[in-house]
Nanobody, 115 residues
Framework: QGQVVESGGGLVQPGGSLRLSCAAS????????MGWYRQAPGEQRELVAR???????DYADSVKGRFTISSNKAKNAAYLQMNSLKTEDTAVYYC?????????WGQGTQVTVSS
């Protein structure tokens, strides 16, 4: 079983919403940050949003005002609320967990925005 598991992807119409969840194994401790990345076909993987243990967040310019990242440190979990989705948001979304030991990636969850 993977150390990091994403869920919540699916098919949604433009303008719709989805909420992605990322669950890291409880065996992982000392997490610095959790982040969401995405990769569209033929494109490089890019940062979407990141949250640090102090609550500080970073967002890609393309999602500012539409996406919100949050976390539950007690559960080693992070969430990505995606509103006003656009066709260009279509991609596989990956969760990354960072700590002093390096990083863990999940297997990804597909998000498809299409009418």
């Amino acid at each position: 079983q993977g150390q990091v598991v994403e869920s919540g992807g699916g098919l949604v119409q433009p303008g719709g919403s989805l909420r992605l969840s990322c669950a890291a194994s409880v065996r992982i401790s000392g997490i610095y940050a959790m982040g969401w990345y995405r990769q569209a076909p033929g494109e490089q993987r890019e940062l979407v949003a990141r949250i640090r243990t102090n609550g500080a967040t970073d967002y890609a310019d393309s999602v500012k005002g539409r996406f919100t990242i949050s976390s539950n440190k007690a559960k080693n979990a992070a969430y990505l609320q995606m509103n006003s989705l656009k066709t260009e948001d279509t991609a596989v979304y990956y969760c990354k967990v960072v700590g002093p030991w390096g990083d863990y990636w999940g297997q990804g969850t597909q998000v498809t925005v299409s009418s």
